[in-house]
């Protein structure tokens, strides 16, 4: 899973996708500051 977060003045917003194609995607059409992270469950069946 990814999760793109985004701060501005007085938000937060976080966006979530399911590959990294879609998120980096939409990290470069994102405005303001913002952080890309791959989340990674350890007990994932995919990972193993």
């Known amino acids: 899973m990814w999760i793109i977060t985004v701060h501005s003045k007085n938000n937060l917003n976080m966006f979530e996708f399911d ?3 879609e998120a980096k995607e939409a990290f470069g059409k994102i405005q303001g500051c ?3 992270t ?3 469950y ?3 069946y995919c990972l193993v």
Request: hydrophobic letters at 40%.
């Open 42 to 44: 350890f007990n994932d």
């Open 34 to 36: 913002k952080i890309l």
């Open 19 to 21: 590959t990294e194609k």
């Open 38 to 40: 791959e989340i990674i």
